[in-house]
């Protein structure tokens, strides 16, 4: 069997997109293909191609013959380049602006994450600082305050010693003489 690297049209008319892929020669154009591989949009601007080099190489490596098209996307996408054995070829695709490519955005969305991790653990060890400070402050506080209380508590008992003391003169009255003694 005869393989082809070609275009499988889809669309309405005079609005086209294509799908690379990989057909036995004898089929019809829009027939039904061994593996889709890639996609083309020409009315984008910049046009759309995106095709899996992976599977476009092992393609090309088992025989399949690109259709003149295909050679030309296969050209921009520097798998062509690959196949032929040129070690500088690269992708000449042109993304549309505001749109990253699949390196660049699997790239762009690994750093996101990478900031929101880091954000989480700097708001979770400064919610942990705030947690430890406000422990502390807390046990200062009850520190503070037993220390207080044990103060309290020890000037208590001297102010009612003192206090009860005077107290005690003043209920019972002046201190009664003593009897003299009858030895006179």
């Not at 020669?25 to 039904?32: E, H, T």
């Not at 092992?58 to 054995?85: E, I």
């Not at 993304?95 to 929101?116: M, R, T």
């Amino acid at each position: 069997m005869a393989a082809k690297i070609r275009l499988k049209r889809f669309g309405k008319k005079k609005a086209p997109f294509y799908r690379v892929v990989v057909i036995d020669s004898r089929a019809k154009r829009d027939g039904r293909a061994i593996e889709e591989i890639g996609i083309y949009h020409p009315l984008a601007n910049p046009s759309v191609i995106e095709i899996d080099s992976e599977r476009a190489l092992y393609w090309l490596g088992v025989g399949a013959q690109p259709s003149d098209q295909v050679r030309k996307l296969l050209t921009l996408t520097g798998d062509w380049g690959t196949f032929k054995g040129d070690k500088d070829s690269k992708s000449t695709v042109e993304v549309a602006a505001g749109k990253l490519s699949p390196a660049d955005q699997i790239q762009a969305n690994s750093d996101a994450a990478e900031k929101l991790k880091a954000e989480k653990a700097a708001a979770d060890e400064k919610a942990k600082q705030e947690a430890d400070a406000a422990a502390k402050a807390e046990a200062d506080e009850a520190a503070k305050a037993e220390a207080e209380k044990a103060a309290v508590a020890d000037a208590a008992p001297a102010e009612d010693a003192a206090a009860a003391a005077p107290a005690s003169d003043e209920a019972t009255g002046p201190a009664e003489p003593e009897p003299a003694s009858e030895d006179k």
